[in-house]
C-alpha cells in the first residue's frame, strides 16, 4: 500500500474528514478504493533474510496475523487520526482492550485507583480478576474528586476514568485527575466509549492510554465487536506485545466492518446527540420519570465540566421510572422504535434497564451499592426522526399512565401484570 502521491495529511482536517481518510490515504492493492480484507493468517517470503528483517521489525510487512494484518492496521490508524493518537492497537472487543491494558500496566503489588462507576465488566476485573494477581483496588464514589484525589496521593501505578459513565452519565473532570495522577507518577487510562472521539479527545487533556468498545458508537451498527487502544508509541508496542502473546486480536472482517461504520460517525453522532437532548428534555416533563441523567441538561451535577472538556454530550439518556421494574415492564415493550436489548450505539434506537445491559453481570446487592436503581433505564438514541422518537415515548408513557389511572380505579388490577 503506498501512500497517494498528492496525500496532504490530516493535520488540519476537522473530525469528520479524518474518520473517513484516516488510515486511507493510501492505494490499496488492484487500485482498490476500500481497504481490502486481507483474511491470510500468514504472509509468505522466498528471501529468508528479508523474513528475518520483517520478523525483527527492522524491514515493514506482515508475518502473522495475531501480530499485526494489514486491515486491522488500517483499522488502528484511523482511530489513531480521530483521537490524535501517534499509535492504536485493536481488540477483539472492548473488554479484551479494558482487560489487556489493565494486565499490560499492573503486576503485583501494585495498586489502581478508579470509580464505582464503570462498565459492569470493568468493575468485574476490579472486584473479581485484579485482586486475585496481588493487585489492590480501590474504587471511590464517583461523585467526590476530594476521595478520588486523596486516595490517588497515597500512591498507585494506574488511575482509571470513564466518563461519561454507564449507565447513569456522571462526568469526572479529566484534567483535574490527570494533574494528581501526575504528582505521584500514575499511568491514566480513559474509557472514552460514551463520548466518541468526536466529543472528546482525552489524550489532548493528559490522558495516557485512551480505549473505546468500537462495537457502540464507532462501528455503529450493532454488527460486530472489537475494542481499540490509543496512545503514545512506546506505551502501545508494550500493549501489541501484550495482545501478541496473549492473543485476543481483531479478525480483519471486523476490522473491516469497523472501518466503514467510522467513516459515518460524525454525521451519526451529530443526528443522536440532537435527538438525544430532546428526548432528555421531554423525560423531565413526565410525571412518570423520577430523575433524568444527560450531562447536556443545565441542573447535571457536572454540567460546567462537561461543558468544558466535551464538544457534544452524547447520545445516550437515562432516566429512573417511578414505579421501578414494574414500570419498566409496561414501558419498554410499547415502544415501537426501538430494540429493547443490551447494545447500544447502534443505527437503532435501543432501551435497555441497568439490571438486564451495563450491570447484568453484577447481583441486586452489587448494583445497590452502585446506586443503580431497579427503575433506571438506559436510552441509547438512534439516527431515526427525532420527532418520530418522540411520539413513540409519549405514546409509550400514556399506556402506562392509562394503565396506573385504571389500576387505581380498579383495586383488583394485578402489580405483576404485563
Ligand atoms: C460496551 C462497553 C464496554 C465493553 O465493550 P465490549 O465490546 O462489549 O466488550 C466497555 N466500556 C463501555 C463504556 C461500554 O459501553
Not at 479529566?174 to 482525552?202: C, E, H, M, S, Y
Not at 502473546?245 to 473491516?256: E, F, Q, R, V
Request: glycine residues 10%; hydrophobic residues 40%; contains cysteine.
Amino acid at each position: 500500500m503506498n501512500k497517494k502521491p498528492d496525500s496532504a495529511g490530516l493535520d488540519n482536517a476537522g473530525a469528520g474528514t479524518r474518520a473517513v481518510w484516516g488510515g486511507e490515504q493510501v492505494r490499496h492493492p488492484y487500485n482498490a478504493t476500500q481497504a481490502p480484507i486481507v483474511l491470510s493468517a500468514a504472509y509468505g517470503y522466498d528471501d529468508i533474510d528479508v523474513w528475518y528483517d520483517v520478523a525483527m521489525g527492522i524491514a515493514p510487512g506482515f508475518i502473522y496475523s495475531r501480530m499485526s494484518n494489514p486491515t486491522v492496521e488500517t483499522l488502528e490508524a484511523k482511530i489513531g487520526e480521530l483521537e490524535k493518537a501517534e499509535s492504536a492497537v485493536a481488540f477483539s472487543s472492548g473488554m479484551a482492550a479494558i482487560s489487556s491494558v489493565l494486565y499490560t500496566f499492573l503486576a503485583q503489588g501494585d495498586r489502581v485507583v478508579s470509580t464505582k462507576d464503570s462498565y459492569g465488566g470493568t468493575n468485574k476485573i476490579f472486584e473479581e480478576f485484579l485482586p486475585r494477581t496481588g493487585v489492590e483496588v480501590t474504587l471511590c464514589e464517583t461523585f467526590d474528586h476530594e476521595a478520588i484525589e486523596r486516595e490517588i496521593a497515597r500512591g498507585c501505578q494506574v488511575v482509571y476514568l470513564e466518563t461519561p459513565t454507564n449507565p447513569t452519565l456522571k462526568i469526572l473532570d479529566i484534567q483535574r485527575l490527570v494533574a494528581a495522577a501526575k504528582r505521584v507518577g500514575a499511568l491514566v487510562v480513559a474509557d472514552n466509549t460514551f463520548a466518541t472521539p468526536l466529543n472528546q479527545n482525552p489524550l489532548a487533556l493528559g490522558v495516557d492510554v485512551v480505549i473505546h468498545s468500537a462495537t457502540k458508537f464507532l462501528s455503529g451498527h450493532g454488527d460486530v465487536l472489537g475494542g481499540l487502544v490509543c496512545g503514545s508509541e512506546a506505551l502501545m508496542a508494550k500493549v501489541r506485545h501484550y495482545r501478541e502473546i496473549n492473543g485476543a486480536t481483531l479478525d480483519p472482517l471486523s476490522a473491516y466492518m469497523i472501518i466503514r461504520g467510522m467513516k459515518t460517525l460524525v454525521l451519526r453522532m451529530r443526528q443522536q446527540q440532537h435527538s438525544a437532548r430532546a428526548l432528555a428534555e421531554f423525560l423531565c416533563t413526565e410525571p412518570l420519570v423520577a430523575s433524568v441523567n444527560y450531562p447536556g441538561l443545565a441542573d447535571h451535577p457536572n454540567h460546567a465540566v462537561a461543558c468544558a472538556q466535551m464538544g457534544g454530550f452524547g447520545a445516550i439518556v437515562s432516566f429512573v421510572l417511578v414505579g421501578g421494574m414494574d414500570s419498566v415492564k409496561l414501558l419498554l415493550p410499547r415502544l415501537r422504535f426501538a430494540h429493547c436489548a443490551g447494545n447500544l450505539g447502534a443505527v437503532e434506537t435501543i432501551y435497555g434497564p441497568a439490571r438486564t445491559t451495563s450491570h447484568v453481570e453484577n447481583t441486586l446487592e452489587e448494583r445497590q451499592a452502585l446506586g443503580i436503581s431497579e427503575g433506571l433505564v438506559r436510552v441509547s438514541v438512534g439516527i431515526e426522526d427525532t420527532d418520530d422518537l418522540l411520539d413513540d415515548l409519549k405514546q409509550a408513557f400514556a399506556f402506562v399512565r392509562g394503565l396506573r389511572d385504571d389500576k387505581s380505579q380498579q383495586p383488583a388490577f394485578s402489580e405483576g401484570v404485563n
